[in-house]
């Protein structure tokens, strides 16, 4: 067959009524190394074109299984038409397009687990200490009071905050670590 206007041609593959899932998968099987052929011809880059072919399955397989694809005279035709669109798409619209980037994605919320864990850990690990070196653990790394004002609020010299707290640190870096 020959192409006319930029069209693709394929096989013609009539059946009455829509196209369920299991033609449309076969169709698009069939066609599936031709069309990836005519994406990188267009995008120049395998990766670019992979994943609109991708997103052309996606979106093609959707309609198939949804209501049903209406049975198209050139079904390759109407896929390079849908791939054709994908890609018009994607030029008009950068901003909808992936991009590489150097920063980590922020971190999702796991409904409280995290915290809840961290939370359960770190008492696990002030129960292991005696109530003078848990005392000053909490004034000085979870408040953050100085010293200073942790001995005053314990009625300590700010020397012996410091030494509860060395002594503290020890017991739990010694629990963590196998």
């Known amino acids: 067959m020959k192409t ?9 593959s009539r059946t009455a009524g829509h196209v369920g ?3 449309f998968d076969a169709a698009f099987t069939a066609d599936m190394p031709r069309l990836r052929r005519r994406l990188l011809a267009l995008t120049g880059d395998p990766h670019d074109a ?8 996606l979106r093609l397989s959707r309609r198939a299984r949804g209501q049903g694809l209406t049975p198209q005279r050139h079904p390759y035709a109407y896929t390079c038409a849908v791939a054709l669109n994908l890609l018009r798409d994607s030029w008009l619209h950068p901003s909808r397009r992936e991009r590489a980037t150097d920063r980590l994605p922020e971190a999702g919320w796991d409904g409280g687990l995290g915290s809840y864990e961290a939370g359960a850990t770190a008492l696990a690990l002030l129960r ?3 109530p003078k070196e848990a005392a000053a653990v909490i004034l000085v790394d979870l408040e953050g009071l100085s010293h200073d004002s942790a001995g005053e609020r314990l009625g300590a010299h700010r020397g012996t905050v410091q030494r509860n707290r060395m002594r503290a640190l020890a017991k739990m870096r010694a629990a963590l670590l196998p």
């Open 4 to 12: 006319s206007g930029g069209a693709c041609p394929g096989p013609a």
């Open 21 to 23: 899932p299991d033609q």
């Open 50 to 57: 992979d994943d609109l072919l991708q997103e052309t399955y």
């Open 128 to 130: 292991l200490l005696s």
